[in-house]
C-alpha cells in the first residue's frame, strides 16, 4: 500500500521493513485517545480559521463514526499501516476525502503520539488508584478485624516485639498511601499537553495550544517544543511509581507465603486463591502471591527497558521513542491484573490467631518489657537490659516462658521484681502500653484505620 509519507521517496519499503517498524498491533489500543485528539485539533484549528468551519465538522463527524464502528467491531485494525495515528487518518480519508486530509495541518506524529500516550495513561493512572483504594479498604477492614490479634513482629526474622496483625496490615496501607499519592503527582506532571510542538519546533500556523489542551483536559501546554516531543520522562515516571508499588506488593506476597506456610501457619488463604500439586495432594500453593512476587520483577523489567531506550538518544524525537509503549503498557496491564486478585486474595484471607498468639507467647518477645519494668524500679537501662537476658537463658534452659515464671526464681536474678512483673510482660499489656503516635496499640491501630477511611472517605464496615 502506497504510504501516506511518500513524497521524496515512493514509499516502497521492504515488507519485512515494515512489519518491524509498525506499531499498530500495540498503538492500537490508544485509538480512543487519538481520535479524541484530533477532534480537538479540528476544532482548534477551525476557531483559528485556519481550517473551515464545514471542514472541520465533517471531520469530527468522520471521526465520530469511526469510535462508534472501531467500537462497535464493524471497523477493525489495518495491521498494515504503519501505527494507530496513520490507520485513523487513513480511514477517515477514505469516508469524507480530501477534508480529512486537512487534519494534519500544525501538527506531526511527534506531537501526536506523546499527546496519545499521555492521555491513555492519565486515564490508566485513575483505573490502578481505584484498585488501590479497593485494596485499602479490604486491608482496612481486615486491620480491624485483628485489631487485637498478637503476634511476634520480626526484625531480622527474628522474634522482636509483641505487635497486633492490625497494626502489621496498617504498615501495607500506608505504602499503598504513598503510592496514590506518588500516582497523583505524578498525573500532574504528565497533564501537560505536548500537541503543539509539531515535529518539533512548532509551527507557522497561527494555533491556540491553549484552547487545545483546555478541550482535552490537560492542565497546562508544554513549555518547549523540543522537550515536548523528545520527553518520555512521565512513562518513566509512571513505570517508576508502578515498580514501587510492586516491590510493596511483592512484600507483602512474601509474608502471606511465609505465613501460609506449615511452619508459620498464621494465615490460612482462601480455596478460592490457592491451587493444589498435581501430584501431592496435601499441597495448598499460595500461587496468586507467588505470581503477585514474579510478575514484579517483569514491572522492574520494563522500568529498565525504557530507562535503557532513552539514556542515548540526541533530541528530539527518534524512532527508538516508539519503544516507550510495550514497556509501559505492559507495566500498566500487569499491575492491573495484579492488584484484583492481590484484593480478593487478603479479603478471603484468615488470620489463625491462635496460632499467632502461641508463638508470641514462645518467642521472649516481652523481654524489652521486662527490662522495661526494672528501669521503672530504678535500676538503669544496661543493667536491666543485662538481667533480663540471664533470665531468658534461664528460662530457655529450663523450657519456661516469662510470663508463668515464678517469682522466687525472678528475685533470685534480681530483689527489685515484685508481683507487679506479671503485669509488664502479659503480652496484651505489652500491646497495649505502647501508645506512642503510630504505635501498635490497639487504640492506636483503630486511629490509623480512621484516619485512612478519613482520607479515602472509606466506609467503615
Ligand atoms: N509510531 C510512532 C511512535 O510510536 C509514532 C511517531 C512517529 N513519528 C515519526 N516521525 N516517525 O513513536
Given amino acids: 500500500m502506497a504510504k501516506m509519507w511518500a513524497g521524496v521517496t515512493a514509499g516502497n519499503t521492504d515488507k519485512t521493513a515494515d512489519d518491524f517498524n509498525s506499531s499498530i498491533h500495540f498503538d492500537s489500543r490508544m ?5 479524541t485528539g484530533s477532534m480537538a485539533h479540528a476544532r482548534m484549528l477551525a476557531k483559528q480559521g485556519i481550517l473551515k468551519q464545514e471542514a472541520a465538522e465533517h471531520i469530527v463527524q468522520g471521526l465520530q463514526g469511526i469510535l462508534e464502528d472501531l467500537e462497535n467491531g464493524s471497523l477493525t485494525f489495518d495491521l498494515s499501516c ?35 500516550v499521555r492521555m491513555y495513561l492519565r486515564n490508566e493512572t485513575e483505573t490502578i488508584r481505584d484498585m488501590i483504594t479497593a485494596l485499602i479498604a479490604v486491608l482496612c477492614e481486615q486491620a480491624e478485624k485483628y485489631a487485637d ?18 497494626h502489621h496490615i496498617m504498615a501495607y496501607v500506608m505504602m499503598l498511601m504513598r503510592d496514590l499519592d506518588r500516582l497523583a503527582d505524578m498525573k500532574e506532571r504528565m497533564n ?39 520527553d518520555r520522562d512521565f512513562c518513566l515516571e509512571m513505570l517508576s511509581d508502578l515498580s514501587i508499588l510492586m516491590m510493596h506488593l511483592s512484600r507483602f506476597a512474601e509474608e502471606i507465603i511465609l505465613w501460609s506456610s506449615w511452619e ?15 501430584i501431592m495432594p496435601q499441597k495448598r500453593n499460595p500461587d496468586m502471591a507467588e505470581l503477585v512476587r514474579g510478575k514484579t520483577g517483569r514491572v522492574y523489567g520494563d522500568m ?25 503498557f505492559d507495566a500498566v496491564d500487569t499491575v492491573k491484573m495484579c492488584l484484583p486478585v492481590f484484593t480478593g486474595m487478603v479479603k ?48 530457655m534452659e529450663n523450657g519456661k516462658v516469662l510470663e ?38 490497639v487504640e492506636s491501630v483503630r486511629k490509623q484505620i480512621a484516619d485512612v477511611r478519613k482520607k479515602l472517605e472509606l466506609q467503615g464496615e
Avoid: W
Fill in 149 to 166: 490479634a498478637i503476634l511476634p513482629g520480626y526484625t531480622h526474622l527474628q522474634r522482636a516485639q509483641p505487635v497486633v496483625f492490625g
Fill in 404 to 441: 508463668t515464671l515464678e517469682l522466687p526464681v525472678y528475685q533470685s536474678f534480681c530483689e527489685l521484681f515484685a508481683e507487679d512483673l506479671y503485669e509488664a510482660v502479659d503480652l496484651t499489656a505489652c500491646v497495649n502500653r505502647r501508645i506512642s503516635e503510630g504505635g501498635t496499640s
Fill in 192 to 230: 501537560v499537553s505536548p500537541i503543539g510542538a509539531c515535529a518539533l519546533a512548532g509551527t507557522t500556523y497561527n494555533t491556540d495550544r491553549a484552547y487545545e489542551a483546555e478541550l482535552l483536559g490537560f492542565d497546562s501546554v508544554c513549555a518547549n517544543s523540543i522537550d515536548a516531543v523528545s
Fill in 264 to 278: 508459620f501457619r498464621f494465615v490460612s488463604l482462601s480455596d478460592a486463591y490457592t491451587t493444589g500439586s498435581s
Fill in 348 to 395: 478471603t484471607m484468615k488470620a489463625n490467631t491462635d496460632v499467632m498468639r502461641e508463638a508470641a507467647r514462645r518467642g521472649f518477645i516481652n523481654a524489652t518489657d521486662l527490662a522495661d519494668y526494672l528501669v521503672t524500679k530504678g535500676l538503669p537501662f544496661r543493667s536491666a537490659y543485662k538481667i533480663s537476658g540471664q533470665i531468658v537463658a534461664y528460662c
Fill in 304 to 328: 529498565m527497558t525504557l530507562f535503557t531506550v532513552m539514556k542515548g538518544i540526541p533530541l528530539a524525537y527518534n524512532k527508538d521513542m516508539q519503544e516507550d509503549k510495550e514497556a509501559v
Fill in 31 to 35: 485509538y480512543r485517545e487519538d481520535i
Fill in 82 to 116: 504503519e501505527d494507530i495515528h496513520m490507520f485513523i487518518e487513513q480511514v477517515l480519508t477514505e469516508r469524507i476525502g480530501d477534508e480529512g486530509k486537512m487534519l494534519h495541518t500544525a501538527r506531526s506524529r511527534n506531537d501526536q503520539v506523546a499527546l496519545d
